[in-house]
């Protein structure tokens, strides 16, 4: 199957005013030269293999939708301006860094696990007039916490 210049071009320029750049601009983000993207945009050029991966990834879409205008039923492409920052961030640390960055994720992982396994409910726990609510708190077993009429401090022994 032969590429369809024009119909790359139409893509790559819709991706481009898309996400704002001017032709320009997405030459200096990629190193392109801006009369390539010029050309490509108007059908006259093929874009190399070199270009098509500088624009994809600066674009944010995969070569496959480049060329073709399909989705691969796998992307992994990001679409998130949050994703790529954090790739981003994530890439320009020292090795060690990147270990200890993929060390606490795993941790908040397991916690949203742990989390998401427990069917979870706000508590709301009244003390000396002072509302405290805690939320996330799993289903179990609590005892009643009460306040005397007229006591100065809670039943429980807290203190308050």
């Not at 704002?20 to 190399?48: D, W, Y």
């Not at 992307?75 to 990147?98: M, N, T, V």
């Not at 609510?133 to 006591?151: A, D, N, T, W």
């Amino acid at each position: 199957m032969k590429p369809n210049k024009t119909a790359i071009g139409t893509r790559l320029k819709h991706k481009r005013t898309e996400q704002n750049f001017t032709q320009s601009g997405l030459a200096a983000a990629t190193g392109i030269a801006g009369e390539t993207i010029s050309r490509i945009e108007c059908g006259a050029h093929l874009p190399s293999a070199a270009d098509l991966l500088s624009l994809s990834l600066v674009l944010h879409c995969s070569v496959d939708w480049l060329l073709t205008g399909d989705l691969p039923g796998s992307e992994a492409f990001i679409h998130a301006d949050k994703e790529a920052a954090l790739l981003s961030g994530f890439r320009s640390l020292p090795c060690l860094e990147q270990d200890e960055l993929l060390e606490m994720l795993q941790i908040k992982l397991r916690k949203i696990k742990k989390i998401n396994s427990r069917k979870l409910f706000p508590l709301t726990l009244i003390c000396n007039n002072t509302c405290y609510i805690f939320l996330q708190i799993p289903l179990i077993h609590i005892p009643v916490i009460s306040k005397s009429k007229g006591s100065d401090s809670c039943t429980a022994g807290c203190g308050y």
